[in-house]
């Protein structure tokens, strides 16, 4: 399934399911009173959301639909609890690591390493984000994320799957220049607290577990900047492992429904990579970002 949040002229924030080139709407589908207004909620909600979903639609319940191309999008969850992202593909963190005179330190080979990003300023498909004040080093970062669908702490790498209630697409905004005075090469806080793109959907697990393989998922991304193509790259190569993470993040710590965790940049998943061969972003730039089976997250830098 391809879960959504969506608005219709001033109605919305709303919870839906694309259907073919059709939303439809899972508050009225589930027979709910109250309305669900967004996916975050639809799995704080149900025990298990797919199950409720899958039952409504085989049971003929009334579906109020519209087209696709009729509404606006939100991202899936308007406010997760937390936004996690983290740091898996040795490709990108030597690339970065090389370009800007660091080296990837030696934690980064010892376990998987994560931080929190801010949830308060996540955006949607067909957003225009604003760079940091003054920046001239703009850049997008293309990521799968994981959406958490149950309450759990120190779990298990046997069990996480249990946990994973479905994927999307994360472009991990960065402002280089501010992350190389802060950390280094990582570049982990003031310069990424600006914006976070999020969407076009979350796709459940059912719909990519056949790329699963030894803890890692296996997924084409590519990103293009005003149409040209920028990255050319895939998530199967990670260096840490899902689950591996997975216990990282959950150790002494509770993960709940709705919260986000970030991969990591996929290798080439930026510019930064390119060592001056591509330029960094500029004012009225499109930057889109595919991955296989999810779908395009299209975003816009102001002009």
């Known amino acids: ?53 899958q039952a409504a639609l085989d049971s003929g319940a009334k579906r109020e639909t519209l087209p696709l191309s009729a509404v606006s999008l939100h991202p899936p969850i308007l406010r997760p609890a937390s936004i996690r992202d983290s740091s898996l593909f040795e490709a990108h963190s030597n690339g970065t690591s090389k370009r800007s005179g660091h080296t990837t330190p030696p ?4 376990r998987p390493i994560y931080f929190y990003e801010n949830p308060n300023v996540l955006s949607g498909p067909e957003a225009v984000i604003s760079r940091k004040a003054g920046s001239v ?33 994360y472009n991990d905004w960065t402002d280089r220049a501010e992350g190389g005075r802060e950390v280094g090469f990582l570049g982990m806080h003031k310069s990424k607290d600006f914006a976070a793109g999020f969407g076009p959907w979350i796709v459940t697990m059912d719909e990519v577990i056949d790329r699963w393989n030894n803890g890692r998922l296996d997924l084409k991304v590519d990103a293009f900047v005003n149409g040209t193509q920028t990255t050319d790259s895939a998530t199967g190569d990670m260096y840490w492992t899902i689950p591996q993470l997975f216990e990282v993040v959950t150790q002494d710590s509770p993960v709940v429904p709705g919260d986000v965790i970030g991969l990591g940049t996929v290798g080439g998943g930026c510019l930064a990579e390119r060592g001056g061969a591509l330029p960094y972003l500029s004012d009225g730039d499109t930057v889109e970002i595919r991955i296989e089976r999810i779908g395009t997250l299209r975003q816009y830098v102001k002009k």
């Open 1 to 53: 399934m391809k879960l959504l949040t969506y608005q219709y002229r001033f109605f919305g924030p709303r919870a839906g399911m694309k259907l073919d080139d059709e939303v439809v709407d899972l508050t009225a589908l589930l027979g709910c009173s109250e309305v669900i207004p967004d996916i975050g909620a639809l799995i704080c909600r149900f025990d298990d959301p797919v199950a409720a979903i």
């Open 107 to 110: 934690i980064w080979y010892e």
């Open 137 to 169: 080093t703009l850049d997008y970062e293309a990521e799968l994320a994981l959406v958490v669908g149950r309450t759990g702490r120190d779990i298990k790498a046997e069990h996480i799957l249990d946990y994973i209630f479905g994927v999307t697409i």
